[in-house]
């Protein structure tokens, strides 16, 4: 999962603890059931901060790696 946030924008893995802390967040949603556009807006909004915006398709590109990596 670093290395597709990292393929995102390299900012977003530069503090590998928050960013599992926020991945874990995205989990969160998706077990809730919540839907992918707002996963990917949600997503890119609790990713962006600091030099980095993310758009909502790079939220979904987040939440895809997510899913694939540790939350089935």
Same mark, same amino acid.
């Given at each position: 999962?670093? @290395? @597709? $946030? =990292?393929?995102?924008?390299? @900012? $977003?893995?530069?503090?590998?603890? =928050?960013a599992i802390g926020k991945a874990l967040n995205?989990?969160?949603?998706?077990? @809730?059931? =919540?839907d992918d556009t707002t996963l990917a807006n949600n997503a890119a909004q609790r990713f962006s901060?600091?030099?980095?915006?993310?758009?909502?398709?790079q939220g979904a590109v987040i939440v895809a790696a997510v899913k694939a990596s540790f939350c089935p």
């Amino acid at each position: 999962m670093i @290395a @597709a $946030l =990292k393929a995102v924008d390299p @900012a $977003l893995a530069a503090d590998q603890a =928050k960013a599992i802390g926020k991945a874990l967040n995205v989990c969160q949603e998706i077990k @809730a059931g =919540k839907d992918d556009t707002t996963l990917a807006n949600n997503a890119a909004q609790r990713f962006s901060g600091g030099s980095v915006t993310l758009t909502p398709e790079q939220g979904a590109v987040i939440v895809a790696a997510v899913k694939a990596s540790f939350c089935p």
